[in-house]
């Protein structure tokens, strides 16, 4: 047996037998996350924990200046930047900005993949964003909401983690980067689902690890799942056979409202303020 194989048999039996090592969570993260879901925490809490983590917090003051927020007046404080996000969005900005602390690997070619799929997650995650920020302008009764696709497009392809850990075990496997994009296509969903479900995050964010690249995966009703594809299709991360033809069944459903979006002005400026946000 070669050892691609061999290591796929491996990730396969551990996925199968729930044994495959999960990536934690960052503290930071996991501290918001449990500060938000107290009901009687205030701004100025949330923001002590924040504080915590000086990069944090000056991502948090970036968003709250950000120009996808509309603000002329610029916040120069983290208490100022979490007034201004809100309670009800901190909870999942603030674990967005904290994944990038994951991508990180102390292997020189490891570290290589894993910068450039994080590079890969940001672009997608800004399209993604974009695109159901234009929708539910449209939509207002949606329930959808750009909050949850902003920490949802950053965790679409969290399976990746494990894979790359068990592959850097085999330093020959990286010789075959096709053999690695094989293995991710593979098992990344399974191993994103069980990721999201050891975190405690809702159904929404098992539904886009487990099915954003599985075609077969069909929702009915417009979710978080459509919008993270088309931004994955229109930047080829995604491959289809007709790009064109997939993107017009998303016309046809109503949550694309043409072809011509991706190229109109106000979009593309829009996209370039939500990417400008994760630099």
Same mark, same amino acid.
């Given at each position: 047996?070669?050892?691609?194989? !061999?290591?796929?048999? &491996?990730?396969?039996?551990?996925?199968?037998?729930?044994?495959? $090592?999960?990536?934690?969570?960052?503290?930071?993260?996991?501290?918001?996350?449990?500060? !938000?879901?107290?009901?009687?925490?205030?701004? @100025?809490?949330?923001?002590?924990?924040?504080?915590? *983590?000086? !990069?944090?917090?000056?991502?948090?003051?970036? +968003?709250?200046?950000?120009?996808? =927020?509309?603000?002329?007046?610029?916040?120069?404080?983290?208490?100022?930047? +979490?007034?201004? /996000?809100?309670?009800? #969005? &901190?909870?999942? /900005?603030?674990?967005?900005?904290? @994944?990038? #602390?994951?991508?990180?690997?102390?292997?020189? $070619?490891?570290?290589?993949?894993?910068?450039?799929?994080?590079?890969?997650?940001?672009?997608?995650?800004?399209?993604? &964003?974009?695109?159901?920020?234009?929708?539910?302008?449209?939509?207002?009764?949606?329930?959808?909401?750009?909050?949850?696709?902003? =920490?949802?497009?950053?965790?679409?392809?969290?399976?990746?983690?494990? &894979?790359?850990?068990?592959?850097?075990?085999?330093?020959? +496997?990286?010789?075959?980067?096709?053999?690695?994009?094989?293995?991710?296509?593979?098992?990344?969903?399974?191993?994103?689902?069980?990721? @999201?479900?050891?975190?405690?995050?809702?159904? *929404?964010? $098992?539904?886009?690890?487990?099915?954003?690249?599985?075609?077969?995966?069909?929702?009915?009703?417009?979710?978080?799942?459509?919008?993270?594809? @088309?931004?994955? /299709?229109?930047?080829?991360?995604?491959?289809?056979? *007709?790009? #064109?033809? +997939?993107?017009?069944?998303?016309?046809?459903?109503?949550?694309?409202?043409?072809?011509?979006?991706?190229?109109?002005? *106000?979009?593309?400026?829009?996209? !370039?303020?939500?990417?400008?946000?994760?630099?």
């Amino acid at each position: 047996m070669s050892t691609e194989n !061999a290591l796929l048999t &491996i990730l396969v039996e551990k996925i199968n037998n729930d044994t495959l $090592v999960l990536p934690t969570l960052p503290e930071v993260a996991i501290k918001v996350r449990e500060a !938000a879901d107290n009901p009687d925490v205030n701004l @100025m809490e949330m923001s002590d924990v924040i504080t915590h *983590d000086p !990069a944090l917090s000056a991502r948090m003051i970036k +968003v709250a200046n950000s120009a996808f =927020l509309g603000r002329a007046v610029k916040v120069s404080t983290l208490n100022q930047a +979490v007034t201004r /996000i809100g309670l009800r #969005q &901190i909870k999942n /900005i603030a674990t967005a900005m904290a @994944m990038e #602390q994951l991508f990180v690997s102390k292997n020189p $070619v490891v570290k290589e993949y894993l910068s450039k799929s994080w590079q890969v997650t940001l672009d997608v995650a800004a399209h993604a &964003i974009a695109l159901l920020h234009t929708y539910v302008k449209e939509n207002k009764h949606s329930p959808l909401n750009v909050d949850t696709i902003t =920490l949802a497009s950053l965790v679409y392809n969290i399976g990746i983690l494990p &894979i790359l850990t068990e592959a850097e075990r085999h330093q020959e +496997v990286f010789a075959n980067p096709a053999f690695l994009g094989q293995a991710i296509q593979k098992l990344g969903g399974k191993v994103g689902g069980q990721i @999201m479900r050891a975190w405690g995050f809702t159904e *929404d964010f $098992v539904e886009v690890a487990e099915s954003w690249s599985n075609a077969g995966y069909k929702p009915e009703n417009p979710c978080y799942v459509d919008f993270i594809r @088309m931004a994955a /299709i229109s930047q080829d991360v995604l491959k289809v056979a *007709d790009k #064109q033809v +997939v993107l017009a069944g998303y016309v046809e459903k109503g949550v694309l409202s043409s072809l011509e979006l991706f190229d109109n002005e *106000d979009y593309v400026a829009l996209h !370039a303020d939500i990417r400008a946000m994760f630099a």
